[in-house]
């Protein structure tokens, strides 16, 4: 038998005021236009998205919200329209919205809206 090595990975350690990343599911299914909080804000902390993907099965406009500030809007969408913002290779976030903020999702018909957020939430900068 030949000897097997076992090399363990070092735990990550993370920059100062950064949290781990965490994973959200989006499944929204409104009976009309609606506003959905997809992450809920943290007081005195942020939000960094690094990677976002979105789909809807009906023809509608798409808004991503910072609170309450626009910062991504996908107008008259078609039906079966999908979005991808893969994760940065340099590790950077997409998103860094404000502090105290939530990631909301406003739709403007009702159909479902699928997809997925990979976020940290952190210090202010």
């Given at each position: 038998m030949m000897p097997v090595t076992i090399r363990r990975r070092s735990p990550q350690v993370?920059?100062?005021g950064l949290g781990p990343l965490q994973h959200a599911l989006i499944d929204v299914t409104p009976p009309a236009p609606t506003s959905t909080e997809l992450i809920v804000g943290v007081p005195g902390r942020m939000i960094a998205i690094y990677e976002l993907v979105l789909w809807t099965t009906v023809a509608q406009t798409l808004t991503l919200r910072n609170g309450s500030r626009t910062f991504?809007?996908?107008?008259n969408a078609p039906?079966?329209?999908?979005?991808?913002?893969?994760?940065k290779?340099?590790?950077e976030p997409w998103y860094l919205l404000s502090t105290n903020s939530p990631l909301v999702l406003v739709t403007s018909a009702a159909?479902?809206?699928?997809?997925?957020?990979?976020?940290?939430i952190q210090e202010p900068q």
């Open positions: 993370l920059a100062p991504m809007r996908f107008t039906a079966l329209f999908g979005f991808s913002h893969p994760e290779a340099s590790g159909g479902q809206v699928d997809g997925y957020v990979q976020y940290r």
